[in-house]
Every structure is written in C-alpha cells, then in structure tokens.
C-alpha cells in the first residue's frame, strides 16, 4: 500500500512462507490487496523487485517455493556475481564504507595505502561483500594512521601475502593471540571484553574514542566493562 506508484523490494524472497508466497502471487496477478483490518479490496500498482541468494529453481523443484510464483516474478532476471569474481569492485567498496565510517565518526583517515589494496584486491571474500564490510569496519577500528596498512587488516587477508606480511605478522598474531587467549575458546561475552581492551589500548585508554570507534555510547562501552558510570566525566 505505501509502495503504490512506485517499487517494493521484497529481499530474500527465498525465505518466504509458502502461505505467504499464496497471498503475494494473488496481490500480483489481481493489483488489488486487502489491508489488515479492511474489507474491501484497494488497488495498487506496484513495481516488484525480489532479490535472494537461494537457487529458487532447484527450490521449486523441492516443492519449497511455489512455481507460478517463481515465473511470475522472473520477468527480468538479473544474476550478480559473487564478490570473488569482481576483483574491480573490492577497491571501489572497500573505499565506500571506509568513507561512510570516516563521516560518520569523523575521524581523518585518507583512506588505503598501496599495499592494503593489493591485499584486498588478491582476497576472495568468501563472505561476499559483508564480509568486505566488516573487514573495513575492523580496519578502521584499529588503525591509528592517515592511512590503512596491512597490519589493520585481519590474518586472513594476510596469509596469501608473505612478502607483505613481514612486518605485520607478528603484531597480528599477537592480538589474536589476546583475543582467543585460554585453554578453551571463550564465550561471546568474554571475547566482546577481550576485543573492547583491545581497542582501548590501541586508543591508549581513551574511552571517548573507544566507544566512537566501537560504535557505542560511552554508558555502554562502560557496563561492557562492568564499570560505573562516572557522571562527571560522562557530561564533559
């Protein structure tokens, strides 16, 4: 109803209830919908765009996802490659989001050094491009320069680049080695502490930074820590 007159995008359209995928091919093949609540019938039109990372058609196969639905929404089908094989694009995203961190928290970061771009151009990302993202939140978290080196990335960009990985290595393995520290792996909550002093370190104990580089409010940072808030300094 809100989208009438313009487009509706329905992602992971995979995923969708079976009584669901019924009730949305009904509303695509009349134009009309039902509001909750009413009981007539208004009509709508409306552009519909499904995006999904499931095989729909070895879904309609399994009985999963309904057919008529299937060939109802493929009037134009456009398949994006995964990141790994769109080595131009890693640069190109890698820069947005590092962009959009740099405005929204501002701090003066100029961006990639020659060196963590080859890195990040020579990884496949199996995690596609959310993986790309979190790589550069990472980054950005820990780098204290003017621009991002490869010791700001994690290991595993770095494994496939010995020649560049002289210097950073050790450093790496070292904060991993904090982080994952113990005989057994540590709980989410210990390991969310453990990466908070991290950060805090690298910030040399600066909250106010900490917390702007985490993302959080500075009363947050501080019941991670299991500290109490103090007021005063809370409000300077």
Known sequence: QEANGGSLLLDEIGEMPMALQAKLLRALQDGSIRPVGHDTEE????????????DL???VIEGSFREDLF????????????LRDREEDRE???QQFLQQLVVAQG??????SDKALDIIRDYAFPGNVRELQNVVERAFAFCNEDWVQPQHLPSRLLENQPSKLAMASPEMDRQNDELLAGVVLPTLDQLQKRYVN??????????????????IGRRTLYRWLDEETDEAEDTA
């Open 43 to 54: 009509k709508v039109d409306v552009r519909i765009i499904a995006a999904t990372h499931r």
């Open 57 to 59: 058609k070895q879904k």
């Open 71 to 82: 060939y109802r929404l493929e009037t134009f089908a456009l398949s994006v490659p995964p």
């Open 92 to 94: 190109i995203l890698a």
């Open 107 to 112: 701090r003066k970061i100029q961006g990639f």
């Open 198 to 215: 991290m950060v805090l370190k690298e910030v040399d104990g600066n909250k106010r930074r900490a917390a702007a580089l985490l993302g």
